[in-house]
């Protein structure tokens, strides 16, 4: 199925909303942050009403979350529609309403959470259901775009494992850091898994920035999402060093300082922005790469065009 004209307009929202979740990520971050989980105490109501309560103490941050969770349902719904009106691949019409599924569920156990009063497990779920939205808003963004394309002649990879098995598995591990980062934020276990978990990642993301630059160092489509995503391995690292060493300085502290909460809500937010770079990587090593060989992609539309030239140039 032929894909309508690129839309300008539908890119660029799709793009808003991925940042709107960039910050809906960041807003949860900040209830996590401020131990503000059960400020209010039902769901879906606020103190027994839809009411705008008193956006005061953790108020502000647990019911704010809720605002911005509810202002990012309504503008991916919109997207989904709108895809599903002007964009007829079938992966990226899926992909759409996936988004609008993940974005119920993610809810749902936002309400559990609260109802339930903060299960470790349901609350590590909540987070890691918010990074699985977020990488599914980059990639609408990203599918959207007018240069973004499959078919593409694409580089031979002889390397093994391959990049595309490489960028995968990093990815993976990124997120499995991220589960592991959440349960520590939860109180569901101590530091050292996360400790691990940071040194496997940093490894992998090392293993990947010097493949690109070693063999694709011509391919800037795989150069430059490679050095933000090593750059952001650096800040993300320094990011959870200071976390930890702000929350020992704080244990006896009553309520979260301000210092913790910011350098916390950000490597929250940074970690993030590692887990959807790393797809991205991920995304073009599978778009731009052939593991064993150089592999020329032709389109079938082209394909069928140059079986009828053939076909009419041999007619007397």
Same mark, same amino acid.
């Given at each position: 199925m032929i894909r309508k004209p690129y839309?300008?307009?539908?890119?660029?929202?799709?793009?808003f909303v991925a940042g709107a979740t960039f910050l809906l990520i960041i807003a949860g971050a900040l209830v996590t942050s401020n131990d503000a989980g059960l400020s209010v105490p039902d769901w879906p109501t606020s103190f027994g009403s839809f009411r705008m309560p008193r956006m005061?103490?953790?108020?502000?941050?647990?019911?704010?979350?809720?605002?911005?969770?509810?202002?990012?349902?309504?503008?991916?719904v919109i997207l989904a529609l709108w895809i599903w009106r002007s964009?007829?691949?079938?992966?990226?019409?899926?992909?759409?309403?996936?988004?609008?599924?993940?974005?119920?569920?993610?809810?749902?156990l936002g309400g559990i959470t609260v109802l339930f009063y903060l299960p470790v497990v349901i609350s590590v779920s909540h987070a890691c259901m918010a990074q699985v939205f977020f990488c599914l808003s980059?990639?609408?963004?990203?599918?959207?775009?007018?240069?973004?394309?499959?078919?593409?002649?694409?580089?031979?990879?002889?390397?093994?494992?391959?990049?595309?098995?490489?960028?995968?598995w990093t990815t993976a591990l990124v997120f499995l850091q991220l589960m592991v980062g959440a349960g520590f934020r939860h109180n569901g276990f101590g530091i050292i898994p996360h400790a691990i978990g940071a040194v496997l990642v940093a490894?992998? =993301?090392?293993?990947? +920035? !010097? *493949?690109?630059? $070693?063999?694709?160092?011509d391919e800037p489509r795989l150069k430059q999402p490679a050095s %933000?995503?090593?750059?952001?391995?650096?800040?993300?690292?320094?990011?959870?060093?200071?976390?930890?060493?702000?929350?020992?300085?704080?244990?006896?502290a009553p309520q979260p300082l301000l210092p913790v909460v910011i350098v916390t809500t950000i490597h929250v937010a940074v970690g993030a922005l590692v887990l959807v770079t790393s797809l991205l =990587?991920?995304?073009? +090593? !599978? *778009?731009?790469? $052939?593991?064993?060989?150089?592999?020329?992609?032709?389109?079938?539309?082209?394909? %069928?065009?140059?079986?009828?030239?053939g076909m009419l140039s041999a007619k007397p």
């Open positions: 839309s300008p307009w539908l890119h660029r929202y799709a793009v005061v103490g953790g108020v502000k941050f647990e019911h704010g979350h809720r605002m911005v969770a509810g202002v990012v349902t309504i503008l991916t964009d007829s691949r079938r992966s990226v019409r899926r992909l759409a309403a996936l988004s609008v599924l993940t974005i119920v569920i993610q809810a749902l980059v990639c609408l963004a990203l599918f959207t775009s007018e240069n973004w394309k499959w078919d593409e002649p694409r580089l031979d990879d002889s390397g093994s494992p391959s990049l595309r098995r490489l960028a995968a490894g992998a =993301v090392i293993w990947i +920035a !010097f *493949r690109i630059f $070693s063999r694709f160092s %933000r995503l090593a750059a952001l391995l650096v800040v993300q690292l320094g990011l959870g060093i200071a976390s930890y060493i702000l929350k020992l300085d704080s244990l006896n =990587v991920t995304l073009q +090593a !599978f *778009r731009l790469t $052939s593991p064993g060989g150089v592999r020329q992609v032709v389109p079938a539309s082209a394909d %069928r065009v140059s079986s009828r030239s």
